[in-house]
T-cell receptor, first 114, second 113 residues
Framework: DVKVTQSSRYLVKRTGEKVFLECVQD?????MFWYRQDPGLGLRLIYF???????EKGDIPEGYSVSREKKERFSLILESASTNQTSMYLC?????????????FGPGTRLTVL | DQQVKQNSPSLSVQEGRISILNCDYT??????FLWYKKYPAEGPTFLIS?????DKNEDGRFTVFLNKSAKHLSLHIVPSQPGDSAVYFC????????????FGAGTRLTVKP
């Protein structure tokens, strides 16, 4: 059974803190994604990665960076957290890049920045 | 700029009846459309998809209809069951890349016993 896990379900941080969100997939997938979900806006892509050490910006990369040192792990980094980064963060993975390759999502991390 | 819109934040139906969830898109370059289902405390899971060369795709109780001229798709659930209660996201992308997928805001479906 496919599995995408995220390090925390809930996280509370203070403004200016450096925040790490971790995602691990056990399906040997090439592609991994980070989205944020906000009420009324759906899921918006922050960054994605097609391979180890490869990364591409999504629609809203400002204020975020990512790291993919191993195929199974994709980290989202908030260098200096701000209150407008309070959101639900969802990680996903897919085998390949085409649209027919299903994206499998983790359960999400709800981040609150005070 | 939201290219995929789900205008109904919520929908409530009686068990056994039909649920119809709607989705509109603005980008005529979209070639592939999907529905995801999300239960509380879980990530979205893929439900059903349709490519632009079709106007209907069926999988058990779930059918997706695509009207390209109207830039509209809908998800029909027949018959609806209480276990279908979830948030449903519509998504669209070009055919060759899943990194340009655009998601709607979601519709919360409640199926009452």
């Amino acid at each position: 059974d496919v599995k995408v896990t995220q390090s925390s379900r809930y996280l509370v941080k203070r403004t200016g803190e450096k925040v790490f969100l971790e995602c691990v997939q056990d399906m040997d997938h090439e592609n991994m994604f980070w989205y944020r979900q906000d009420p009324g806006l759906g899921l918006r892509l922050i960054y994605f990665s097609y391979d180890v050490k490869m990364k591409e910006k999504g629609d809203i990369p400002e204020g975020y960076s990512v790291s993919r040192e191993k195929k199974e792990r994709f980290s989202l980094i908030l260098e200096s957290a701000s209150t407008n980064q309070t959101s639900m963060y969802l990680c996903a993975s897919s085998l390949w890049r085409t649209s027919t390759d299903t994206q499998y999502f983790g359960p999400g991390t709800r981040l609150t920045v005070l | 700029d939201q290219q995929v819109k789900q205008n109904s934040p919520s929908l409530s139906v009686q068990e056994g009846r039909i649920s119809i969830l709607n989705c509109d898109y603005t980008n005529s370059m979209f070639d592939y459309f999907l529905w995801y289902k999300k239960y509380p405390a879980e990530g979205p899971t893929f439900l059903i998809s349709i490519s632009s060369i079709k106007d209907k795709n069926e999988d058990g109780r779930f059918t997706v209809f695509l009207n390209k001229s109207a830039k509209h798709l809908s998800l029909h659930i027949v018959p609806s069951q209480p276990g279908d209660s979830a948030v449903y996201f519509c998504a669209a992308s070009g055919f060759y890349n899943n990194n340009d997928m655009r998601f709607g805001a979601g519709t919360r479906l409640t199926v009452k016993p």
